[in-house]
């Protein structure tokens, strides 16, 4: 066991929740707690962004993807930038003309309760769900990584210490100190995966960068006739990561929110097409590792090597290969990527469950302090949830894993679409979106239940994961338009009569 190793780790554990309420202030109200009162510097904001949409499993997978695989994986990153722009353009003004603090509260102000409701709680199960799981994955890598120092502890222990560290700083600080300290921690696993990288590129035989040329590993365009099972094909990738993107920027309380913590909304649009242009960098960086990887190991097989999965392959480089004190870099830099997800789904179901959930069912506005301390009580609960949820697993192997690490592909669909349905179609109304949306749910999830397509080899296969996003999107604009059809019976002074409607219930409060 490498006592230095283990001091490192310990350290960045506990400072991290120190550091994140020394850099958060005092909060006031919820404007300060859930949007840091919309003072927060652009570049923060962006690398925040960046730092809340990698996990665990982007550090020690990505690298897995180019060792088994090539370059391919950053035609998604492409699409994730093309997608960014949409949503600096066309959303993030909706979002700062109506000064709002929630994403779903666009859909309230345009079709009511029902579906701001609808679509709030869609979100909660998809966070309990992908970031739930999420954690338990983040325990596996350090579970054994632990292990190899002599160190025998459970999944659930990681679980526990995780949460609670993370928690401290959240249930204090709000977005500010969330926003703060995923600077901080973005700076240590890229840093720590840059140091890495060098240290495995002065191990690499000479001649190993023209093998990995004439290998295909730094192909990045796969122009391959398998659109639609095969998710690294070109025009999946960049379309299915577009609309991906659109979705989770732009429709998904956990990245809007910090969006709308920027001054102004320049400084909102600067910071979401920045994160799309340092997301591409820190993917080339990932898998230039992997393709380092695949010349250090000399491309042999994980199960060969006695890896019980292939995203043993960095963690057991960074075990066996790296010099004490940097090991533990590195496994900081595991941690920090785990925390910085779980403080950010914290703050934003926190923000979600107060303003669209709370308010619109008690149809109360109680003052700033009460409200900040439910807020507060709503961030304590939810992280006891994602403790219980992740602490239900015990083994790698469950397939439910793989499915809740994919759910939001599953439900993007439905929320982008009925953003974009309100912008759209004029006609709709709130049963239109509402019963356009549950249909968009069903659908995409019959379509990865097992249906499947040609594979472009002879056989079938499941749909690639990035077309649930937009089919999602797609069957909710069929739905919510045909159905807005039936409002228009007429002209009355040169309006359709659906116009003289108002778009939501009255009883909106």
């Known amino acids: 066991m ?9 350290t960045y554990l506990i400072a991290t929740p120190a550091l994140g309420i020394l850099l958060a202030g005092r909060q006031r109200g919820t404007r300060d707690y859930f ?32 060792y088994l695989g090539s370059f391919t994986y950053l035609q998604l990153a492409l699409g994730y930038l093309v997608g960014r722009v949409v949503v600096a353009l066309v959303l993030l003004p909706r979002y700062y003309a109506g000064n709002l603090v929630s994403a779903y509260a666009f859909l309230g102000e345009r079709f009511g309760g029902g579906l701001q409701g609808t679509a709030s709680v869609t979100f909660l199960v998809t966070r309990l769900l992908a970031d739930g799981l999420r954690l338990f994955a983040t325990a596996i890598p350090v579970k054994v990584m632990l292990g190899s120092f002599g160190l025998s502890v459970t999944y659930w222990q990681i679980i526990l210490v995780l949460a609670t560290l993370t928690v401290v700083y959240t249930y204090f600080g709000g977005i500010r100190a969330v926003v703060w300290v995923d600077v901080v921690q973005m700076g240590v696993y890229v840093g720590g995966s840059a140091i890495a990288g060098l240290i495995l590129l002065g191990k690499l035989p000479s001649g190993w ?9 730094f192909q990045l365009f796969d122009v391959g006739a398998a659109v639609l099972t095969n998710q690294y094909s070109v025009v999946t990738a960049v379309v299915g990561g577009a609309f991906f993107a659109m979705a989770s920027h732009g429709a998904d309380q956990l990245m809007v929110q910090r969006l709308l913590a920027c001054r102004t909304l320049a400084d909102s649009r600067r910071a979401v097409i920045a994160s799309g242009l340092v997301v591409t960098a820190q993917f080339a960086l990932f898998l230039f590792v992997g393709v380092m990887l695949w010349a250090f190991f000399s491309g042999a097989a994980p199960e060969a090597m006695g890896m019980a999965s292939s995203d043993e392959l960095f963690p057991r480089f960074v075990v066996t290969e790296l010099p004490p004190g940097l090991t533990g870099l590195l496994l900081a830099g595991i941690l920090a990527a785990a925390m910085s997800t779980l403080s950010s789904s914290l703050n934003s179901l926190s923000t979600s469950t107060v303003s669209d959930l709370y308010q619109r069912l008690t149809r109360r506005v109680p003052e700033e302090r009460t409200l900040l301390r439910l807020a507060r009580t709503a961030t304590l609960g939810w992280a006891l949830v994602f403790v219980g949820f992740a602490s239900v697993f015990t083994t790698t192997d469950n397939p439910v894993v793989e499915v809740g690490l994919g759910i939001a592909s599953y439900t993007y669909g439905a929320l982008l679409g009925a953003f974009l349905l309100g912008l759209l179609v004029r006609g709709a109304r709130h049963g239109d979106a509402l019963a356009a949306f549950v249909t968009t749910l069903l659908g995409v ?8 397509f040609p594979d472009g080899q002879g056989g079938h296969a499941p749909l690639a994961f990035p077309w649930y996003t937009p089919i999602g999107v797609a069957i909710t604009l069929l739905v919510g338009g045909l159905l807005s059809l039936r409002h228009r019976v007429g002209t009355v002074g040169g309006k359709t009569a659906s116009e003289d409607v108002p778009d939501r219930p009255s009883e909106r409060p």
């Open 209 to 217: 960068f023209d093998r990995a040329v004439e290998a295909g590993k």
């Open 445 to 452: 999830l019959w379509l990865a239940g097992g249906v499947t």
């Open 2 to 10: 490498r006592v230095v190793d283990l001091a490192i780790m310990g």
């Open 35 to 66: 949007l840091g009162g919309r003072n927060l510097p652009w570049w923060a904001v962006c690398l925040s962004v960046v730092a809340t949409e990698t996990s665990t499993l982007t550090v020690i997978s990505v690298p897995t993807v180019a």
